[in-house]
């Protein structure tokens, strides 16, 4: 089907344009490896030239040849979506829909980027010996395990060592691998939390490539556009030569030393009541059930109930909507089964199992919400936060068990729009406290790191081993101090109450606005640059810093980034920045409410209550202030 519109796109007719773009998706199908995604985009190119029977020039279709037109228009929009250029190779490697097309995760496209990356590792090694040496993983997503033999065929033509894990492993066990045998590189199909129809390619860096402390993290500029440069040169996937062989699958031993490297954080005094703490676990449709239930089991939890309906790994995620634990209703299934079997702790993996959610039965919690249900119990999952906050605790006591710090460098470290108390926290262990930007790859980087979160649920407690967030071992020092407290008589609740006792009544939430139009997002950030909100609940505004400038602070310093920082007189402070990874805004709030050191119970909750109040009131100025309901 041929509309003669006589408009022009792109400084050529809407007809050249259909013309370029056909061109470019038959030569696209000709060069696909993949029968699947090949056959798909040529069915929707047959959609898309279909033309309806029989309809007359200048006459009205009707409802048949009008459903033709629509079709036809819909492909037509999807083809020219799916080559608006090619999918973008960032910090975060790649993540898309799974789909034919270069705009789409498919085996040409990691065909491509397999092959860029062996071209910047062997540049980056030109002359050196041994030949670069890369392990590669994979989950249990759809396409997951082609995606990394397809890496690994290409690597190994070009005369890379290849390891690859022998099966759907979380993300840690391979971030571990990098380290382990000292690989310039590492590469994890995954698309994490992302929804069922994603996948995605993310790339670590170090053995002789990065050699200072972020060995073994992902990668940062500029070495994402580096490897971006050397994609972009690929001309065809029939180009690149693969392997059929020769490449090494790992065995099941490097899954054991990844749980013994994991175990060694496990506090002995807690293996004589660990058994007594009964603990949900859920891997929601991901792989990190098992090896979560391992390392749990062997360090003496014996009372663990993996949710039924979400143990074993399913790329369809079939019991959620979307399978991220921050997602409302994502961890019903567990609260629930908590609830039914009166366990003391919920913990929840995302798929890939790099984050870890933690729930608890909270007596403040309580509302109703429908009778016998979680929510009216008071079951309620902790913010990251709160439960970076508890292991920050750990992590302190651990230092102050051993005699301190030795190493006068040792930080902890949080993201920009994580709370700030974890500097308390860190200021009284005579630690260090580092603020990073948002993301693992700069977090794991920090020089001395002890321990790192950020509060999207996720945690390194294990700098040494896995240099980057890590649920399963974050789940293991979890249920190890839950399992301390229960036999003293105590609770996560109850810690946390601690805390506030100490450093004051940290209280965070967020705001965000979703936009379908993506010039929205700058708009609006821009709008709060330069109108920004005089009050925040209730108290004067008294710095707006754009942090595009970057910051320059006692604290330390941070490279530009886009987002602004409101600090208000009493201590409130608000971060507004563009989603990296969804079209939205994003306002990270926090409150500080005091607490005297000898508050009882009674007093912190109303606290807490005064806190929930004062972020109610700032987090209704936020939402004015975007022009959000």
């Known amino acids: 089907m041929r509309e003669r519109t006589g408009q022009y796109v792109g400084g050529m007719s809407a007809d050249d344009a259909w013309d370029d773009l056909t061109a470019r998706v038959e030569a696209w199908i000709a060069d696909d490896p993949d029968p699947e995604t090949a056959d798909e985009l040529r069915e929707l190119l047959r959609l898309a030239q279909e033309s309806p029977p029989g309809l007359e020039e200048g006459a009205d279709p009707d409802l048949e040849q009008l459903t033709v037109l629509r079709t036809a228009r819909h492909a037509r929009a999807e083809l020219a979506d799916r080559f608006s250029g090619l999918l973008q190779f960032g910090t975060a490697g790649l993540r898309g829909a799974i789909a034919g097309g270069p705009h789409r995760m498919n085996r040409a496209v990691v065909i491509r980027a397999a092959s860029g990356l062996a071209d910047y590792l062997l540049g980056e090694l030109d002359g050196l010996t041994p030949a670069p040496r890369v392990v590669v993983g994979y989950d249990a997503r759809r396409k997951s395990e082609q995606f990394a033999l397809d890496t690994a065929a290409v690597l190994t033509a070009v005369g890379i060592e290849v390891l690859l894990l022998p099966r759907p492993l979380p993300t840690p066990v391979l971030a571990f691998c990098v380290r382990r045998f000292d690989a310039d590189a590492g590469v994890m199909v995954t698309a994490s939390h992302n929804p069922p129809q994603d996948n995605g390619y993310k790339v670590y860096l170090g053995g002789r490539v990065v050699t200072d402390?972020?060995?073994?993290?992902?990668?940062?500029?500029?070495a994402d556009s580096a490897i971006a440069?050397?994609?972009a040169r690929v001309p065809s996937v029939a180009s690149v030569p693969r392997a059929d062989h020769g490449w090494t699958v790992l065995g099941e031993d490097v899954v054991d030393a990844y749980v013994d490297a994991t175990l060694t954080l496990a506090d002995p005094t807690v293996r004589a009541v660990a058994g007594d703490l009964s603990v949900v676990l859920t891997p929601l449709h991901g792989v990190g059930g098992a090896v979560a239930q391992r390392v749990l089991a062997e360090a003496g939890f014996t009372d663990v109930l993996v949710v039924p309906e979400q143990e074993q790994p399913d790329p369809a995620f079939p019991t959620v909507a979307f399978p991220n634990p921050e997602e409302p209703g994502a961890i019903d299934l567990a609260l629930g089964l908590a609830s039914d079997r009166g366990a003391d702790l919920v913990i929840a993996l995302d798929p890939d199992a790099d984050r870890c959610a933690v729930a608890i039965q909270d007596p403040r919690a309580r509302a109703y919400r429908g009778p016998d249900t979680a929510a009216a119990e008071g079951w309620r999952m902790l913010h990251g936060d709160e439960t970076g906050a508890l292991l920050g605790q750990v992590a302190a006591e651990r230092m102050a068990a051993d005699g301190g710090p030795l190493d006068?460098?040792?930080?902890?470290?949080?993201?920009?729009?994580?709370?700030?108390?974890?500097?308390?926290?860190?200021?009284?262990?005579?630690?260090?406290?580092?603020?990073?930007?948002?993301?693992f790859k700069w977090l794991s980087r920090v020089d001395g790191l002890v321990f790192a979160y950020e509060e999207a649920l996720g945690y390194c407690v294990a700098p040494g081993t896995v240099r980057d967030k890590d649920g399963i071992s974050a789940a293991l020092l979890v249920a190890g101090l839950a399992a301390r407290l229960k036999a003293s008589g105590s609770t996560l609740v109850d810690a946390l109450d601690d805390l506030a006792r100490t450093h004051g009544l940290y209280l965070t939430g967020q705001v965000s606005a979703r936009y379908d139009d993506l010039a929205a997002i700058p708009a609006t950030v821009?709008?709060?640059?330069?109108?920004?909100?005089?009050?925040?609940?209730?108290?004067?505004?008294t710095r707006v810093v754009d942090l595009a400038h970057g910051t320059d602070e006692e604290r330390g310093g941070l490279p530009p980034t886009e987002g602004l920082r409101l600090d208000?007189?009493?201590?409130?402070?608000?971060?507004?920045?563009?989603?990296g990874t969804e079209p939205k805004v994003k306002c990270y709030l926090e409150v500080v409410e005091p607490v005297v050191p000898d508050a009882d119970e009674a007093a912190v909750g109303v606290a807490r209550h005064r806190a929930r109040e004062r972020l109610d009131a700032v987090a209704s100025d936020v939402r004015a202030a975007l022009g959000i309901a």
């Open 213 to 222: 402390s972020g060995q073994g993290a992902q990668i940062v500029p500029p």
């Open 229 to 231: 440069a050397e994609i």
């Open 408 to 439: 006068p460098e040792a930080a902890f470290a949080s993201s920009i729009v994580s709370s700030r108390q974890l500097a308390q926290i860190a200021q009284r262990a005579g630690v260090r406290h580092v603020q990073t930007l948002t993301g």
């Open 526 to 541: 821009g709008r709060v640059r330069t109108q920004p909100p005089t009050t925040l609940g209730g108290s004067p505004v």
């Open 568 to 579: 208000a007189a009493d201590g409130t402070r608000v971060i507004v920045r563009p989603s």
